[in-house]
DNA sequence: GTTCAAACGGACCTAGGGTCCGGATTCTAT
DNA sequence: ATAGAATCCGGACCCTAGGTCCGTTTGAAC
C-alpha cells in the first residue's frame, strides 16, 4: 500500500504534476470512463511507473484529488462557524450538510463521479462515505422525531449520490438553485415528521 | 444490436441455457464482478460467440435477465389488485411501490447489482428506472402536500438502490423486515410533509 | 566525488469484453 | 430424402486499459 511520504524533490514535484494532470483532465472529458491512467501520466509527462507507485492506483489517484478538493469543507464542517459546524441546531445542521454534499458535488461533477461510481468496489465502503454517514447520523439522533438515524442517514445521502447529480444536472438541466431548494425541501419534509408522533414542536 | 427472435431451435435452446447458467452463476459468487462472459458460455456449455449474438453485450444479458425477473411486479403494477395496483389511492401506494422495489432487489440482490452499478453507463439512463421513476412521479403528483415530485421520486427510488440494499443486507445485516420497515417509515416521513407549508392538517 | 537508496519510465504482462469466420446445423422447397 | 441456402456455432483472436518489472537515472548524505 504505497502512500508514503518522499522527501526527494522530484518525487514531490512528480506528485504535484500528475494531481495537477489528472485534475484537468477529468475537468476536461464528458466522463471519466476515457481518462486512462496512462493519459494522465502522459499529461503530466511522467512514466506509469511513477504514477502507480505514487497513487497505488486509480482509486488512489481518485481519492487524493477527491480529500483535497474535500478538505475545506471537512474543516467547516468539524470546526467551522454555523450553520455547518458542530454549534449549530440539529434541525438546523442536517438540511446544511446536504447541501454542503449537494454543493460539493456540482462543483466536482466528474470527480465526485469517478470516484464514488467509477470504482468496482462498493462507494459504501469508501471511509468518506463512512465519515459523512456517521456525522449525519449522530446529528440526526439529536432530533427526536427521527427513528431509524442510520438508515435516514444513508436515504438522504443517497440523494446526493454522483450519478443522480450529474443526471439531474446534466440530462434534466435543472439549475443548481433549483435543485438546492429541492433539496433542501426532501430534507425538510424528512424531519418535519414529527407530526406523526405527536410532537408538533413551536414554530 | 442483436435482439430479434430466432426461429432456430438450437438457438432458443442456447438462449436458456444461457440465461440459465448465468442466473445460477450471477446467485452463487459473492461480486458480480467475478462473472466473466467466458465463465458464463462455459457454464452454459456454448461459445462466447453464441453468447455475445444472443445478448449483443454484458448489458443487454444482464437486461435479459433483470427484465424476466421484474415481469410479475411490472403486472402487478400495471393492472394487479390493491396495494400496487393503479386503482390503490397514491398515499397508499407510493410505499407499496417501493416496498415492491425494495422486495426485489433484496431477492435479486446480485443481479440489480450488475445490472445497476456494474455497468459503465449512469444507471439513470436505463429504461426500467425511467419506467419506474415516471411511474412514482404521476403517483406523487397527486398527492398535494408533495412539492417537486420528479426530485422526490428521484429521491426515494436511490434510497433502494442496489449498492445500498446490498450494503445494508451485506455489511450491516439488517434483516429484511426490519429494512423493509426503515423504508416505509421514511417514505412515510416524506409523505407526511404537510404540515410545513402552513397547513398544520388535522392530526 | 563517491555511494547507495530511492525514484524514474516505458516495455511488458494479464484479464476480460467483444469480433471473426470456417465449419456445423437447421429449415425449406422440391 | 436431399440439395441448397440461411442461420448459427464456437473458440481462436484482437484490443484496451489497469497494473507490474527492472535496468537506468537522480538526489541526498557523507
Redesign the pocket.
Known amino acids: 500500500m504505497?502512500e508514503?511520504?518522499?522527501?526527494?524533490?522530484?518525487?514531490?514535484?512528480?506528485?504535484e504534476a500528475v494531481l495537477a494532470a489528472a485534475d484537468a483532465l477529468f475537468a476536461r472529458h464528458e466522463s471519466p470512463?476515457?481518462?486512462?491512467?496512462?493519459?494522465?501520466?502522459?499529461a503530466?509527462?511522467?512514466?506509469?511507473?511513477?504514477?502507480?507507485?505514487?497513487f497505488?492506483?486509480?482509486?488512489?489517484?481518485l481519492r487524493a484529488l477527491y480529500e483535497g478538493r474535500l478538505e475545506p469543507i471537512r474543516q467547516a464542517v468539524e470546526t467551522g462557524p454555523p450553520p455547518l459546524g458542530p454549534t449549530t441546531p440539529p434541525r438546523e445542521r442536517v438540511p446544511a450538510l446536504l447541501d454542503a454534499v449537494l454543493c460539493f458535488k456540482l462543483d466536482n461533477r466528474r470527480l465526485a463521479l469517478a470516484l464514488e461510481e467509477g470504482g468496482?468496489s462498493s462507494p459504501y465502503r469508501a471511509e468518506h462515505y463512512e465519515r459523512w454517514h456517521s456525522l449525519l447520523q449522530a446529528v440526526l439522533e439529536e432530533i427526536p422525531s427521527v427513528t431509524d438515524s442510520g438508515f435516514t442517514a444513508h436515504a438522504l445521502l443517497a440523494a446526493t449520490r454522483a450519478d443522480l447529480v450529474e443526471h439531474l444536472a446534466g440530462e434534466e438541466r435543472i439549475p443548481r438553485e433549483r435543485m438546492r431548494a429541492q433539496l433542501s425541501n426532501f430534507v425538510t419534509a424528512v424531519l418535519a415528521s414529527g407530526p406523526l408522533q405527536g410532537l408538533t414542536a413551536e414554530e
Chains 1, 2 share one sequence.
Open positions: 504505497p508514503r511520504q518522499s522527501s526527494r524533490k522530484d518525487a514531490i514535484r512528480n506528485r470512463e476515457d481518462v486512462t491512467m496512462a493519459d494522465v501520466a502522459a503530466a509527462g511522467v512514466g506509469k511507473g511513477t504514477l502507480f507507485r505514487a497505488g492506483d486509480r482509486a488512489g489517484l468496482s
